[in-house]
């Protein structure tokens, strides 16, 4: 199939790959454009697994106010050079991210950084309400474990859906950063502040 410049731009548009990624990614999957993106995807996140470890000592604090100084948001993100913190993806990311958590107010980054009792609490939760329901003792289990997994979905930074396109979660978001900079960033850590309460993450 003919793979037109206005294909590679589309594509470019959705991911923000490079031509020539894009180009062959589309070569790849004969022009399928959906099948494309998965494809860059799946390859950015290759890349950002071979990045994870190497030190990230670079980065910025990013602030941002919602609802008229009702919400107030800090993030750390960490990269390996000061030239990535300075560079606008990293930027927009930082403001993105920002965003994202004055709208969703996850309680942690990811799923090891969720308080150990809150998780016990919401296991009893969930085995409760099977046996309540009647379930069988064998698949309470596999029915906590799908909840657990929704639980996390919902209050973990990195697992929740992201609010400007919930096709893609925080985590598919920052590995599209990695791949795009070539560097490992790591989001640190974040509070997020509402009026009369605040939450830490």
């Known amino acids: 199939m003919q793979i037109t410049s206005a ?15 894009c180009k062959a990614a589309l070569q790849e999957t004969r022009g399928d454009m959906p099948k494309a993106v998965d494809y860059l995807r799946q390859k950015g996140l290759a890349i950002a697994r071979k990045r994870e470890g190497r030190a990230t000592s ?3 604090i990013h602030s941002y106010i919602h609802a008229g100084g009702k919400i107030g948001v800090m993030v750390e993100v960490n990269c390996e ?13 930082a403001k993105n991210v920002s ?13 090891e950084d969720l308080d150990s009792e809150l998780v016990a609490r ?7 309400q099977a046996l309540e329901a009647g379930k069988p003792e064998q698949i309470v289990e596999k029915i906590i474990d799908g909840k657990l997994s929704k639980f996390y979905q ?8 992201y609010v400007r396109d919930t096709d893609l979660s925080v985590s598919d978001l920052l590995n599209e ?21 605040d939450t830490e993450g």
């Open 7 to 21: 294909m590679v731009k589309e594509l470019r548009e959705k991911t923000n790959a490079g031509i020539m990624d």
């Open 58 to 60: 670079e980065g910025l």
């Open 81 to 93: 050079t000061d030239f990535t913190a300075r560079s606008e993806a990293f930027m927009d990311f």
């Open 99 to 111: 965003m994202h958590i004055a709208a969703t107010n996850p309680l942690a980054i990811g799923r």
């Open 122 to 128: 919401e296991k009893e939760i969930y085995r409760a």
């Open 154 to 161: 919902e209050v973990c930074l990195l697992e929740q859906s």
């Open 177 to 197: 950063l990695r791949a795009k900079t070539g560097e490992n960033v790591v989001m640190r850590r974040f509070t997020r502040y509402q009026l009369g309460e």
